[in-house]
């Protein structure tokens, strides 16, 4: 039974020393993250949508600034 615990102790350090160095890892962005998720989860469809709602937000966001008398010609 000692050997049992030892190992399982070795075992439990080595998790906690892999989980302390992945937190002082530094996050990736918002950007990367969403990348790893359509990679990953194979979520293609989704990239449409937000580049729609993006630019729509670009153009809520400078139809109230100097920019708007240059974006109305455009419609």
């Given at each position: ?5 030892s190992?399982?102790d070795?075992?439990g ?5 892999d ?9 990736p962005?918002?950007i ?6 359509l990679?990953?989860?194979?979520k ?9 709602l993006l ?14 008398p240059?974006?109305?010609p455009?419609f």
């Open positions: 039974m000692p050997g049992k615990t190992s399982s070795s075992g350090k080595q998790q906690g020393n989980f302390c160095r992945q937190a002082e890892e530094s996050a962005g918002l990367a993250e969403f990348r790893d998720f990679v990953h989860n194979r293609w469809w989704l990239l449409p949508i937000i580049l729609v630019l729509v937000g670009l153009l809520l966001v400078l139809s109230g600034s100097v920019a708007a240059f974006i109305y455009i």
